[in-house]
């Protein structure tokens, strides 16, 4: 498909992504009002009569964060479009993404969503054999451009830094003075995110202590509840006061254990955690896949974004990352939105670099 064929389609993406963020907006995410039927045939990539949207995911696609994230706006913008109903295709091992993608893509989808890094890396040929398809990856940090693929980039180290800092004004109101930081298994982007946890804590009060602790199978076990109860259940015998369950399955019931015993937790990735009734959250810690969507697309259409380049969204510049508060004090939202703004400005770049350069060393 042409280039201009592309650029027309997304503007009729573009309005479908209007409608469904205009509709959006109670507790569970459901779309209640739909598009007013405009021509979306030139979204049909492949020619075949209808629109398919796939996504491909390592995580569950019901994990309450990152993953769902995704998943939930993929089905919104399907509905409201009046699209056929988009295949999920989740809880991939990464060993076996090709095979998982090549399958998704022989399906007669039009457009693929993978869900990370850990799923596009190592299949580059894979989207230019597929060129009919148009394929999009929310792929986290790390990963050079790819040509044929639009990919969403946040950092680690900035949403992390702004979460850690949120988490420390708020342990300064309830007297507390550490914070377990559960994950998986120790990935290089886990190292980045949990100094990053670490350094905002101490921005706040040089006392306030961090632990990671692992609970999964190396690698890219983020959904192993067993373990991650484990530690979580550790943590608090040793006194901690907050918790950040950086995990994908494994999330929510951390969650719910963490309401149980009134501790500080916080989303990892869901800007809606907020406006849940199931679970309690003191903070969104956001980079919200499907939150992404729309930017993206409106900048491909004013020309500030390519196919085979790089999005990145940045703490402080960019509403849809950053650690935000769901009740504070008006003192406390203040001093995150200053801080948020002193990332986006750099004020912390040389002690982000040197995490990086840490946390990668290996």
């Known amino acids: 498909m042409s280039r201009k064929a592309r650029i027309r389609t997304l503007i009729l993406l573009m309005t479908v992504f209007a409608f469904v963020v205009a509709a959006c907006g109670d507790d569970t995410g459901v779309t209640t009002t739909t598009a007013p039927g405009p021509d979306f045939g030139v979204a049909d990539f492949n020619g075949d009569g209808k629109v398919i949207i796939g996504v491909a995911t390592d995580g569950p696609r019901d994990d309450g964060a990152y993953y769902q994230a995704l998943v939930e706006r993929v089905e919104e913008i399907s509905a409201a479009a009046g699209y056929e109903d988009p295949i999920i295709v989740d809880r991939i091992d990464p060993a076996d993404a090709r095979a998982q993608l090549e399958n998704l893509a022989a399906q007669n989808v039009d457009i693929i969503a993978i869900g990370s890094g850990a799923l596009a890396d190592g299949n580059q040929d894979l989207y230019l054999e597929y060129e009919e398809i148009f394929w999009y990856c929310n792929c986290g940090s790390g990963l050079p451009e790819i040509p044929?693929?639009?990919?969403?980039?946040?950092?680690?180290?900035?949403?992390?830094?702004?979460?850690?800092?949120?988490?420390?004004?708020?342990?300064?109101?309830?007297?507390?003075?550490?914070?377990?930081?559960?994950?998986?298994?120790?990935?290089?982007?886990?190292?980045?995110?949990?100094?990053?946890?670490?350094?905002?804590?101490?921005?706040?009060?040089?006392?306030?202590?961090?632990?990671?602790?692992?609970?999964?199978?190396?690698?890219?076990?983020?959904?192993?509840?067993?373990?991650?109860?484990?530690?979580?259940?550790?943590?608090?015998?040793?006194?901690?006061?907050?918790?950040?369950?950086?995990?994908?399955?494994?999330?929510?019931?951390?969650?719910?254990?963490?309401?149980?015993?009134?501790?500080?937790?916080?989303?990892?990735?869901?800007?809606?955690?907020?406006?849940?009734?199931?679970?309690?959250?003191?903070?969104?810690?956001?980079?919200?896949?499907?939150?992404y969507l729309v930017p993206i697309f409106e900048e491909i259409l004013n020309g500030t974004a390519q196919e085979g380049t790089i999005r990145r969204f940045r703490v402080g510049v960019d509403p849809q990352v950053g650690a935000e508060y769901c009740n504070a004090t008006p003192e406390q939202i203040a001093a995150l939105n200053e801080f948020n703004l002193r990332i986006g400005a750099g004020e912390f770049d040389e002690q982000i670099s040197e995490i990086l350069s840490s946390a990668y060393a290996s």
């Open 148 to 291: 044929g693929v639009l990919m969403s980039q946040d950092q680690g180290a900035e949403l992390q830094l702004s979460s850690g800092y949120a988490t420390g004004l708020l342990l300064d109101e309830t007297g507390g003075d550490s914070a377990v930081f559960i994950g998986c298994c120790d990935l290089d982007f886990e190292k980045e995110s949990f100094m990053a946890f670490q350094l905002g804590l101490a921005t706040v009060d040089e006392s306030y202590t961090a632990t990671y602790v692992p609970t999964g199978n190396f690698p890219f076990d983020f959904n192993n509840t067993a373990g991650a109860t484990e530690a979580y259940e550790n943590a608090v015998a040793e006194g901690a006061d907050a918790v950040l369950p950086f995990l994908g399955g494994a999330h929510e019931p951390i969650v719910a254990l963490a309401n149980e015993d009134g501790l500080i937790v916080m989303t990892a990735g869901s800007s809606r955690g907020c406006s849940r009734s199931d679970l309690a959250y003191d903070m969104n810690v956001k980079f919200d896949a499907g939150d």
